[in-house]
């Protein structure tokens, strides 16, 4: 890992791959969520962190520079739970997805979704990314490789950009980067306030653990 990663989440639900973007050292800039009861969930324990609404309004400018683009786009419309429309269902938000990619240029693109989309829709994840210049690699995991007593196979879709590498950034351009993601309290003391928040968590789920 090259520094701290800064992130945004698209698509948040509770947090889930937040906390995991946290735990391998990331700071999240910001959050799209449009439920209204995930949005409490992440208000509670990411109060310090901006909450977007509806992905379609959202704009890369509103955003600004980050390392990392990731979420897990709605499953509806590739789950073998449901009518598999694909791109005919009004969930298919993969291209709001690709429209902030592409606006905001980051290093890094993550994207998770079902098994189900690898035979309806994974081409074109993939051609967009391309088309964005990152070259994508796909991997797809069961929760039960990582220990969990369940199964719960995800793809992920992973991506680099090798020409905006930060390396790569002129001094101003690095300067700007810095002034822009600190400004507004977008960063603020995110790295300890995401100890603190995994802590909480961790205490709730004891004592929830306890009264049952």
């Not at 990663?5 to 050292?25: H, K, N, Y």
């Not at 992440?42 to 109060?47: A, D, E, P």
Request: glycine share 12%; proline share 4%; charged share 25%.
């Amino acid at each position: 890992r090259e520094g701290l990663m800064i992130g945004l989440s698209l698509f948040s639900g509770v947090g889930g791959l937040d906390l995991a973007f946290e735990w391998a050292g990331g700071t999240v800039a910001a959050m799209c969520e449009i439920d209204p009861f995930c949005r409490k969930v992440l208000r509670k324990h990411w109060s310090d962190v901006p909450l977007f609404g509806d992905v379609k309004e959202v704009k890369g400018a509103d955003v600004g520079a980050v390392d990392v683009v990731y979420g897990g786009f709605p499953c509806q419309p590739f789950s073998v739970a449901g009518d598999r429309k694909g791109r005919d269902d009004y969930r298919f938000l993969w291209p709001e997805f690709s429209r902030l990619v592409g606006e905001i240029g980051p290093r890094w693109v993550v994207a998770e979704n079902v098994p189900g989309i690898l035979s309806i829709a994974a081409d074109d994840v993939c051609q967009d990314l391309e088309r964005l210049g990152y070259s994508v690699g796909i991997w797809n995991f069961e929760a039960l490789a990582v220990g969990a007593p369940h199964r719960r196979a995800r793809v992920f879709f992973v991506a680099h950009s090798s020409w905006c590498d930060r390396d790569g950034l002129s001094a101003q351009e690095t300067g700007e980067r810095t002034k822009h993601l600190t400004a507004g309290g977008l960063r603020g003391d995110l790295p300890n306030s995401a100890l603190l928040r995994r802590e909480k968590i961790k205490r709730g789920e004891q004592k929830r653990v306890l009264q049952n």
